[in-house]
C-alpha cells in the first residue's frame, strides 16, 4: 500500500472510533425488535449474575436468545479486555431493526396475503464497576 493511502486513513480513524467496551452482537436474530427490546430492558443496568439470572427465569424466546449474547459478551470481556467477570455490569443494550423477510400467504379466489417476517440485531455491552 502507498504510504498515505486512504486505507491506511481510514483504518487509523477506525481504529480511534472503535468501541473499547466489552460487548457482542447478535445480527439477524428471527424475533421482532420490539420483542426483543421488552426483554432487553429487564437486564439493562444490572450486574451480570443479576441478568443472567432474569433471563434463565424469563419464558419469552427473546431471553434465549439475550442470554446467549450476554454470556459471549462477558466471555469477550474476560478474554479481550482482562475484566473481572463478578465486576461487570450490562451498561447498554440495544435492539435494532434488522431486515424484513417477505413472504406470501395464499388465501380464497387466487388473493395473497403478505407476511412480514422480522429480525432485528441485539448488542449488549458491559462495563465495570467504577468503585471496585
Given at each position: 500500500?502507498?504510504?498515505?493511502s486512504?486505507?491506511?486513513?481510514?483504518?487509523?480513524?477506525?481504529?480511534?472510533?472503535?468501541?473499547?467496551?466489552?460487548?457482542a452482537?447478535?445480527?439477524?436474530?428471527?424475533?421482532?425488535?420490539t420483542?426483543?427490546?421488552?426483554?432487553?430492558?429487564?437486564?439493562?443496568?444490572?450486574?451480570?449474575?443479576?441478568?443472567e439470572?432474569?433471563?434463565?427465569y424469563?419464558?419469552?424466546?427473546?431471553?434465549?436468545l439475550?442470554a446467549?449474547?450476554?454470556?459471549?459478551?462477558?466471555?469477550?470481556?474476560?478474554?479481550?479486555?482482562?475484566?473481572?467477570?463478578?465486576?461487570?455490569?450490562?451498561?447498554?443494550?440495544?435492539?435494532?431493526?434488522?431486515?424484513?423477510?417477505?413472504?406470501?400467504?395464499?388465501?380464497?379466489?387466487?388473493?395473497?396475503?403478505?407476511?412480514?417476517?422480522?429480525?432485528?440485531?441485539?448488542?449488549?455491552?458491559?462495563?465495570?464497576?467504577?468503585?471496585?
Amino acid at each position: 500500500m502507498a504510504k498515505g493511502s486512504r486505507s491506511q486513513y481510514k483504518a487509523e480513524r477506525n481504529k480511534e472510533n472503535r468501541e473499547k467496551r466489552p460487548h457482542a452482537h447478535h445480527m439477524f436474530a428471527r424475533i421482532s425488535d420490539t420483542k426483543a427490546r421488552i426483554v432487553l430492558e429487564q437486564i439493562k443496568g444490572k450486574p451480570v449474575q443479576v441478568a443472567e439470572a432474569i433471563l434463565k427465569y424469563n419464558p419469552r424466546y427473546g431471553a434465549y436468545l439475550a442470554a446467549k449474547v450476554l454470556k459471549s459478551a462477558v466471555a469477550n470481556a474476560q478474554e479481550n479486555h482482562s475484566m473481572d467477570p463478578d465486576e461487570l455490569f450490562v451498561e447498554e443494550v440495544i435492539a435494532n431493526q434488522g431486515p424484513t423477510m417477505k413472504r406470501i400467504q395464499p388465501r380464497a379466489k387466487g388473493r395473497a396475503y403478505r407476511i412480514n417476517k422480522k429480525t432485528s440485531h441485539i448488542t449488549i455491552i458491559l462495563n465495570e464497576k467504577k468503585g471496585s
